[in-house]
């Protein structure tokens, strides 16, 4: 059962418009989510994260949304550059006293020169 | 540039050999990560190091044998593999959890794993 989903498995844009990746979740005892990109034949890179107290999150060119009544949270990048072209994974955790988090099956940006 | 260096890249063996993968942080973090990642899927848990000690086994099969013998090393030891078990295996490491805020984990480039 996948408690973390990304339900877009690829998303293309145009150079400098807006991107938005989307995350659902199942589990309503999760109240941290982050945020990964990955380069092929390369580790994930932390990008962003956000706490269930807050609605909104921002660092530079990337934002990220919490809806928690719906169970989604959503990743803008703006404006999108050609190097943001990578698979965006992002991930859930539900307990303080835990390390584990669940990752989305992720989705793969490709920004268009 | 990665703080979390795995070794070696690649890695191919045959089911019968022992070989190990290793993983060092110097970010001062006393939490590390064993993941494993297929194709197309999202990294999977396998096991968790708090403090040198054993926190999270995800009931990984015991072919696969973790070891931390410092605050910045961790091992993956590997014996009578199965083809299966072909996968790129990601280190990680975090702040403990005692440091209050959730903490990120920070992912090594992983080891691109073959089972002959």
């Known amino acids: 059962d996948q408690q973390v989903k990304q339900n877009s498995p690829s998303l293309s844009v145009q150079e400098g418009r807006i991107s938005i990746l989307n995350c659902d979740y199942t589990n309503s005892m999760f109240d941290y989510f982050l945020w990964y990109k990955k380069y092929p034949a390369e580790g994930p890179t932390f990008l962003i994260s956000i706490s269930s107290i807050k609605d909104k999150n921002e660092d530079g060119r990337f934002t990220v949304f919490l809806n928690k009544s719906a169970k989604h949270l959503s990743l803008h990048i703006v404006p999108s550059q050609p190097g943001d072209s990578a698979v965006y994974f992002c991930a859930a955790s539900g307990d303080s006293g835990t390390y584990k988090y669940i990752f989305g099956t992720g989705t793969r940006l490709k920004v268009l020169a | 540039d990665t703080e979390v260096t795995q070794t070696p890249k690649h890695l191919v063996m045959g089911m019968t050999n022992k070989k190990s993968l290793k993983c060092e942080q110097h970010?001062?973090?006393?939490?590390m990560y064993w993941y494993k990642q297929k194709a197309k899927k999202p990294p999977e848990l396998m096991f968790v190091?708090?403090?040198?000690?054993?926190?999270i086994n995800e009931s990984v099969p015991s072919r696969f044998s973790p070891e931390c013998p410092n605050s910045s090393l961790l091992n993956l030891h590997l014996h009578a593999l199965q083809p299966e078990d072909s996968a790129l295996y990601l280190c990680?490491?975090?702040?403990?959890?005692?440091?209050?805020?959730?903490?990120?984990?920070?992912f090594g480039d992983g080891t691109r794993l073959s089972i002959l």
């Open positions: 190091y708090s403090y040198e000690k054993l926190s």
């Open positions: 990680a490491s975090s702040q403990d959890k005692s440091q209050g805020a959730r903490q990120p984990q920070h």
């Open positions: 970010m001062g973090h006393r939490a």
